[in-house]
């Protein structure tokens, strides 16, 4: 068999990728849609926590990214290898319907095998979680910034794109049968392996129509996942807690500031900041070290973000956010040294009450204030995914950081 292909069949190195490429993706397919249940289950309001449905989910989620990056890969290859090769003719170039159909199939399975594993690809690489892809690259890519917006939106796309792909292949599959039941001729089996006589196709020429329609199906679906996506981030911002981080008493309010956690999760860092939280602060400098005020923190605990583990974050083994919609913080201030202060008080998360020190440093500027302040407290005081009781999967650590800019009222 030649490695080459000719105008009557296709060579053995486009046989390999063809075949190759299937297979990769016929079985990413079942690995991301079983994947994606235990998710939805891990994420219901029912979970119970148990480590061995996370551990499955985690084991299919990483094999169908792994898969979905040596599908990038080999697509790339057989697209290059394509466009240096001959294409072997039609048989049937006068039917003019179906040329056009068959070949526009075949570009739009060429965008799919690129267009759907890139967008899964982004949309990892933009978030945090706790599935990693298993090749020694690939957790990070260049000029994609860990960003929700960007994880969510090519989420949306790699979907979308997906159902094309699978529409795109039962196409190619349904053409290629009829050609072998119904036209009883060699479309098929010039893409089979192995050696035959086949017959010689007629002389013709491949028009570009075929790929400017392609060009334009991927269009429509790129143009219109993304504008469901932000059609459906617009309803649902204008639904959502508003942001607020405010300060009262003594005459400060905030300019600016975060509240953020971070997690460790099957060994990788996750992190994720609340939207909406509101602080209220007393708060004199002392002459000496000892006490300077009070504060009292709410927190709206479904304005969290966790990277791509924030629907699990909020089900009923973790936050339980929709029995505990909010967590509260009511604390001492105390002066330890210059610069140095404490916030000692009581974490509530949950229906747990636990006492907590919160260390921050704060620099006085005339009438500015900034603040930053680091704590860690164990996940388990606060019943808090009880049902994961190996660190190795999720650490009992939980850090919780704190900046502010405040100024002072005039």
Known sequence: MSRQNTDQSYGSITKTFHWLTALLILSAFPLGYFATELAEQIQSSGFDGSQAVIARATLLFSLHKTLGVAVFFTALLRILWAITQEKPGLLHPDRKL????????????????????????????????????????????????????????????????????????????????????????????????GRRALPQPPAQTHSALPFLSALLVWAGVLAGSSALYFSASDKGTSAAPALRETVEGSGWSVESGSLGIEVVQMGSAVSGSFADW?????????????????????????????????????????????????????????????????????????????????????????????????????????????????????????NITVDLVARRAQ
Do not use: C
Not at 328 to 341: G, L, S
């Open 98 to 193: 179906e040329a056009w159909a068959a070949e526009t199939a075949h570009w739009v399975l060429y965008g799919a095998m690129v267009i759907v594993p890139l967008s899964g690809w982004i949309h990892h690489a933009a978030t945090d979680g706790f599935a990693p892809i298993w090749w020694p690259f690939g957790q990070d890519l260049p000029m994609v910034p860990k960003s929700e917006l960007v994880s969510k939106l090519f989420s949306t796309i790699h979907f979308y794109a997906m159902l094309l792909l699978g529409a795109a292949i039962l196409a190619h599959v349904a053409g290629a049968l009829k050609h072998h039941v119904l036209d009883k001729d060699s479309t098929l089996l010039r893409m089979l392996p």
């Open 278 to 398: 509101n602080a209220k602060i007393a708060f004199e400098e002392p002459a000496a070290p000892g006490p300077a005020g009070e504060v009292e923190v709410t927190i709206a605990i479904p304005s969290l973000t966790l990277g791509s583990v924030t629907d699990q974050a909020m089900g009923a083994d973790y936050f339980d956010a929709e029995t505990y919609p909010s967590a509260t913080f009511a604390a001492q201030i105390v002066q330890i040294e210059d610069r140095q202060y404490e916030a000692r008080g009581t974490l509530t998360i949950r229906d747990q009450t636990v006492q907590t020190t919160l260390p921050f440093t704060l620099d006085l500027e005339g009438d500015t204030a900034t603040m930053s302040g680091r704590t860690e407290v164990n996940r388990l005081d606060f019943n808090v995914g009880t049902g994961t009781q190996d660190e190795a999967t999720l650490a009992f650590g939980v």
